[in-house]
């Protein structure tokens, strides 16, 4: 969580097409961090035969 704080503070402190850009590195930082941990949660769903 620290790093998005962080990111929030860089993007809150630029303009225009800086903010944009840093708005979609955090973004992207954000995917690659979450990635495994969604990933390996929707092929847990899509393996089980339990519906709810």
């Not at 998005?4 to 850009?21: P, S, T």
């Not at 995917?31 to 393996?47: G, K, N, Q, V, W």
Request: hydrophobic share 35%.
């Amino acid at each position: 969580m620290t790093l998005f704080k962080a990111g929030l503070d860089v993007i809150m402190a630029h303009e225009g097409d800086e903010r944009e850009a840093y708005t979609r590195e955090l973004k992207t930082i954000l995917h690659r961090y979450l990635e495994p941990m969604i990933r390996d949660d929707t092929a847990a769903r899509a393996d089980s035969h339990h519906t709810p």
